[in-house]
């Protein structure tokens, strides 16, 4: 592992958030615990807990939205972009696709309109999606084609890591396979490196290489998904497969 390229370092984070408002009255709550992984080259890493565990907290301090009290987050790679659990939110209603997809990079400045519009027509085709959705509002596409959306605004700053918090879970299931697929070729045709927050173990099997197990903002265990599914060693992470059977 040690001579493995990284995009990602952790090591020793510890951050919790405190109290806003003018006088931050309250007692400052600490969510993650002296939590130490990586993320390879090339990697989806699958992170795994409860709900209220603290998964979507790392994401935001691996993002910069989270300053940590103690310990290292290092980026071999610029900052990694997000795709979220609710495409509908995260896409904003008033504009067409066209434009949800070109602001990331009228924002940035260094874009020209031709070059914008050729980046938007190659996102699409990337993400699969047909040449009229450009035109659509987020309102009338389905579930999947916003969340194909989600992905292509997410890649068209052509970041190299991902962070996936919860991305299919608001799907049925058969386009639950589909966006999987669409990840997995994405991950080969572009070498992209994943993290994949998830609750949902079977998902994880299906599209991870390694997988974190989180409990109450520790990392219990880790491993590769073959060692984790066939022999857990934590009392927790034997109770999460137990109760995905």
Known sequence: MSGEKKVLEVKNLTCGYRPSGLFRRGEYREVLHDVTFHVGCGEILGLVGESGTGKSTLAKAILGMLEPDRGEITHHTKRPQMV?????????????????????????????PAERKKRVEEMLQLVELPEECLVAKPSELSGGQRQRVSIAAALIQQPRFLIADEPVSALDVTIQAQ???????????????????????????????????????????????????????????KQLLAAAE
């Open 84 to 112: 979220f659990q609710d495409p509908y939110s995260s896409l904003n209603p008033a504009y067409c696709v066209q434009w949800i997809l070109e602001e990331p990079l009228r924002v940035r400045g260094k874009c020209p």
């Open 179 to 237: 966006i999987l697929k669409l990840l997995k070729k994405l991950r080969r045709e572009l070498d992209l490196s994943y993290l994949f927050i998830s609750h949902d173990l079977n998902v994880v099997y299906q599209l991870c290489d390694r997988v974190l197990v989180m409990k109450e903002g520790r990392i219990v265990e880790q491993g590769s998904v073959e060692d984790i599914f066939a022999h857990p060693q934590a009392d927790y992470t």
